[in-house]
């Protein structure tokens, strides 16, 4: 666990970043000229009609990514005794930083491109990002109980009783 406690190499960690941000901003730009909302992507930017929105580093999801890892890696060693279960929380947590970090690049966007560039900036910042940590729990902690059902097989006795 102290792998994914301890901050990334500098390296490995700038490489997962970029990689990150450039998916984030093509499934974004992508996303908004299938709907019909003309977006021009130039590198890390989008070109949206009121003005271009920049897609900062820190935006490529790298510290939920790291968070959702401690979260899955903390939860599945609290609460789970198989090794599947672990592996597949882990693997959820990763999954939920990733689509929760899309999602509110798309809503950050939606709002910009309605609204203005500088409108993105602030509360409505700040209030995506708690919105998206919050969801991300959630999503998190109802995995726990998911993943522990026992489903119930019926025995001869249990059919023979019906």
């Known amino acids: 666990m102290w792998l994914v406690s301890e901050q990334l190499v500098s390296v490995v960690e700038t490489q997962i970043?970029?990689?990150?941000?450039?998916?984030?901003?093509t499934v974004v730009a992508?996303?908004?000229d299938m709907l019909g909302y003309p977006v021009e992507q130039q590198g890390n930017v989008l070109m949206l009609p009121k003005g271009p929105v920049g897609v900062a580093d820190a935006c490529s999801g790298i510290r939920s990514l790291t968070a959702?890892?401690?979260?899955?890696?903390?939860?599945?060693?609290?609460?789970?005794?198989?090794?599947w279960k672990k592996i597949a929380l882990v693997g959820a947590s990763m999954l939920f930083a990733f689509v929760m970090n899309l999602g509110r690049s798309l809503?950050?966007?939606g709002w910009a491109y309605a609204y203005g560039p500088e409108a993105i900036s602030g509360t409505?910042?700040?209030?995506a990002g708690y919105a998206v940590l919050g969801l991300t729990c959630a999503g998190l902690l109802a995995l726990v109980p998911l993943l522990n059902l026992r489903l119930?097989?019926?025995t001869d006795d249990d059919t023979a009783a019906a």
């Open 124 to 127: 409505v910042h700040d209030a």
């Open 17 to 25: 970043s970029l990689f990150l941000l450039r998916k984030v901003v």
């Open 152 to 154: 119930e097989r019926a």
């Open 68 to 83: 959702c890892l401690f979260a899955g890696s903390f939860l599945g060693a609290a609460f789970f005794d198989r090794l």
């Open 107 to 109: 809503f950050l966007t």
């Open 30 to 32: 992508f996303s908004f």
